[in-house]
């Protein structure tokens, strides 16, 4: 088992920035893949990042964050973290830290391990 752990939500402001860190423990060396994902309420869970540059991956990233989101992670995998620049009301939502144990396409079925999120609030 993985355990996952978020933190860094918040409140900020139209224009702002936030940084989420994901603390993982357990059985780290299963991980293939970490992501974030993110629900608005009303939403389904949708992809936000995902990293596997322990393996020398480059990261990808939703067209909706592109140039605006960052993911980075120690090789160890055991951390890893979402900055966010340039917020947006929209991208207000739950934000969850997530791990496969497995490649797969980038949508929530894939991951294996999910922490308990972490709110982030963009007031306009």
């Known amino acids: 088992q993985v355990q996952l752990v978020e933190s860094g939500g918040g409140l900020v402001q139209a224009g702002g920035s936030l940084r989420l860190s994901c603390i993982t423990s357990g059985r780290v060396f299963s991980i293939y893949r970490t992501a974030w994902f993110r629900q608005a309420p009303g939403k389904g869970r949708e992809f936000v990042a995902g990293?596997?540059?322990?393996?020398?991956?480059?990261?990808n990233y939703a067209d909706s964050v592109k140039g605006r989101f960052t993911i980075s992670s120690d090789n160890a995998r055991r951390r890893v973290d979402l900055q966010m620049n340039s917020l947006e009301p929209e991208d207000t939502a739950v934000y969850y830290c997530?791990?496969?144990?497995?490649?797969?396409?980038?949508?929530?079925?894939?991951?294996?391990?999910w922490g308990q999120g972490t709110q982030v609030t963009v007031s306009s």
């Open positions: 997530a791990a496969a144990r497995h490649w797969g396409p980038d949508t929530p079925g894939v991951y294996d391990y």
């Open positions: 990293d596997t540059s322990w393996i020398g991956g480059a990261p």
